[in-house]
T-cell receptor
Framework: GQQLNQSPQSMFIQEGEDVSMNCTSS?????WLWYKQDPGEGPVLLIA?????ELTSNGRLTAQFGITRKDSFLNISASIPSDVGIYFC?????????????FGKGTKLSVIP | EPEVTQTPSHQVTQMGQEVILRCVPI?????FYWYRQILGQKVEFLVS????????KSEIFDDQFSVERPDGSNFTLKIRSTKLEDSAMYFC???????????FGDGTRLSIL
């Protein structure tokens, strides 16, 4: 199946620092989504991106849909302890009626107060 | 805000037994999905369902799996004869239209003994 390469796998940062993570693929995606997952819960949507080059913010979070449509990044500014969790990128491949999501392996974020 | 709800939160079953996982999608949504996440791994697509039929399925979704929308609110995943490797978190998701972001439930943890 299609692979999304997400990096880094994990990161430890000080509270207040900015964070950046990204996903790349050898395939073109129509849609890029970023989700956060807390332990024992389902993925929660953070940001959805629909067009190449699109830059979207949600509070302290900013994500971009790469121009090539093969990559996306997520930035978190001024991190706080509740940002701890696993962040997943997910993409929808082009194709009529194809809406399944392909997920990256996740970036585990730890914030040191 | 409307939510996808899943029951039970944890299901323990003997290998070889049948198990049914239940989901109540968001009420005006028309597209329904099942995903699974083996412990510590990424979320993987299983199946999508629209207009009372399967629209896509992955290679994981073999003959042991089936889905059903038995009434206007529930969406179920049945595993006919469970195997040890079926142990995972199973997530249900739904959307109003196929190309909209998928909203996930909190999952059912399935443990096969």
């Amino acid at each position: 199946g299609q692979q999304l390469n997400q990096s880094p796998q994990s990161m430890f940062i000080q509270e207040g620092e900015d964070v950046s993570m990204n996903c790349t693929s050898s395939s073109i995606f129509n849609t890029w989504l970023w989700y956060k997952q807390d332990p024992g819960e389902g993925p929660v949507l953070l940001i959805a991106l629909y067009k190449a080059g699109e830059l979207t913010s949600n509070g302290r979070l900013t994500a971009q849909f790469g121009i090539t449509r093969k990559d996306s990044f997520l930035n978190i500014s001024a991190s706080i302890p509740s940002d701890v969790g696993i962040y997943f990128c997910a993409g929808q491949l082009p194709g009529a009626g194809s809406y399944q999501l392909t997920f990256g392996k996740g970036t585990k974020l730890s914030v040191i107060p | 805000e409307p939510e996808v709800t899943q029951t039970p939160s944890h299901q323990v079953t003997q290998m070889g037994q049948e198990v049914i996982l239940r989901c109540v999608p968001i009420s005006n949504h028309l597209y329904f999905y099942w995903y699974r996440q083996i412990l510590g791994q990424k979320v993987e697509f299983l199946v999508s369902f629209y207009n009372n039929e399967i629209s896509e399925k992955s290679e994981i979704f073999d003959d042991q799996f089936s889905v059903e929308r038995p009434d206007g609110s529930n969406f179920t995943l049945k595993i006919r004869s469970t195997k040890l490797e079926d142990s995972a978190m199973y997530f249900c998701a739904s959307t109003k239209r196929g190309n909209q972001p998928q909203h996930f439930g909190d999952g059912t943890r399935l443990s096969i003994l």
